[in-house]
């Protein structure tokens, strides 16, 4: 069984770039044909998909956040992080990595972690 854990800034400036780490326990982000996602929810707002990682390295972004955004790997950590570039009071949210399972349903969540972006 699967367990994710979010870790970064709480609190950045506007025009910084922020990273999200995810750490997976119980499972290989290598394996199992799975793709790990990162999901944000605004205040007020639903769910928003930012992009995967797949179990290969590739990767997949929301086109609206492709020119910002970018996933990166550390399989040694078994962690997969997300840099988000150039940003803006609209990118506070609530931050969720997930796993993507066979059925095509996030199976597996992190906890989430609060970004606000304000000077």
């Known amino acids: 069984q699967a367990r994710l854990q979010e870790s970064g800034p709480g609190l950045v400036k506007p025009s910084q770039t922020f990273s999200l780490t995810c750490t997976v326990f119980?499972?290989?982000?290598?394996?199992?044909?799975?793709?790990w996602a990162w999901i944000r929810q605004p205040p007020g707002k639903g769910l928003e998909w930012i992009g995967f990682?797949?179990?290969?390295?590739?990767?997949y972004y929301r086109p609206p956040l492709k020119n910002r955004t970018s996933i990166v790997r550390d399989t040694s950590k078994n962690q997969f992080t997300l840099q988000l570039s150039s940003a803006t009071p609209e990118d506070t949210a609530v931050y969720f990595c997930?796993?993507?399972?066979?059925?095509?349903?996030?199976?597996?969540w992190g906890q989430g972690t609060q970004v606000t972006v304000s000077s």
């Open positions: 119980g499972d290989s982000i290598t394996s199992g044909g799975y793709y």
């Open positions: 997930a796993r993507l399972g066979g059925l095509g349903a996030y199976d597996y």
């Open positions: 990682i797949n179990y290969g390295g590739t990767t």
